[in-house]
């Protein structure tokens, strides 16, 4: 464990765009800490000229950062305070900083995070999809193949889907969207967050996409694309119709595919219809 006299690691979120987000709070830390650990020092070190913070800043990126957590955690164990920030956003999510908090844990290291600016929920509060539920995928593969087969496996998902995406690939993700989805799916996708050009486009796949094919201007910027859960498209009548087809259907093709070719005919989705069938054999 940690002695009393160690150090803290605070994770500081910093500004998606507009300076103004960057809390009293985190200037406060970043101001008082022995050093920093940014994701690029030359971007971090503008932004904390802007708020005049005078501090040492050291690169931590996924290409060094298992090589550099040993480090920064005996700073720490020294008793140095030490602020985690990435380019934007809050750390961690979609940037590095996994390896280094994991390790501090382990070490027994305090570890405090600061709330702040985040593309995720500030998107997903403007967006109007179901916010109860929604699951966060990052960026999606850049090769065609491997990106049409991750949202393939994403077609049953129920819940809102959250992606990031970058400039020179959105209109890829929207085609492929509404190639694996269909173009009738609710589509929201956010640009420029928080900055002077920032906008929300929202309808359906097909929609979406005409809008962004049509204006360059929307192709340009960081994107947030959030795409509404599968719909719920059976009721239990459909169901119990399903799970008979399903059943008889077994009796000459395994249990995945006579669900699959169910599913298909009745509108219901597999694997809903996969694990009605295994319930069934337990009861």
Request: hydrophobic residues 40%; proline residues 5%.
């Amino acid at each position: 464990m940690a002695q009393d006299t160690a150090g803290t690691l605070y994770i500081v979120p910093t500004p998606i765009g507009n300076l103004g987000d960057l809390s009293p709070r985190a200037q406060q830390v970043l101001s008082s800490v022995a050093a920093i650990a940014a994701e690029d020092t030359r971007h971090s070190r503008q932004l904390l000229q802007q708020f005049a913070i005078q501090n040492d800043v050291f690169t931590l990126h996924e290409h060094n950062e298992r090589e550099r957590a040993s480090r920064v955690i005996e700073r720490l164990s020294s008793g140095d305070d030490i602020a985690l920030i990435s380019d934007a956003g809050t750390p961690l999510i979609s940037d590095p900083g996994y390896v280094l908090v994991q390790q501090c844990r382990a070490a027994g290291v305090r570890v405090v995070a600061l709330p702040g600016p985040c593309a995720i929920t500030t998107a997903l509060s403007a967006a109007g999809l179901p916010t109860d539920r929604f699951t966060f995928e990052g960026f999606l593969p850049a090769k065609p193949q491997q990106r049409r087969k991750t949202l393939t496996s994403l077609l049953d998902e129920p819940r809102t889907m959250v992606f990031y995406e970058s400039p020179h690939r959105i209109l890829h993700t929207l085609n492929d969207l509404q190639a694996v989805m269909g173009s009738e799916r609710a589509l929201v996708i956010g640009r420029e967050l928080t900055k002077q050009f920032e906008t929300y486009l929202s309808g359906t796949v097909a929609e979406v996409l005409q809008q962004v094919e049509a204006d360059s201007n929307q192709q340009r910027g960081e994107f947030v694309v959030m795409l509404a859960g599968a719909p719920v498209q059976a009721s239990g009548g459909d169901e119990q119709a399903a799970l008979r087809t399903v059943l008889l259907l077994r009796n000459h093709l395994p249990l995945k595919k006579a669900a699959a070719c169910a599913a298909e005919i009745h509108g219901v989705r597999k694997n809903q219809l996969y694990q009605l069938a295994l319930d069934a054999d337990n009861t």
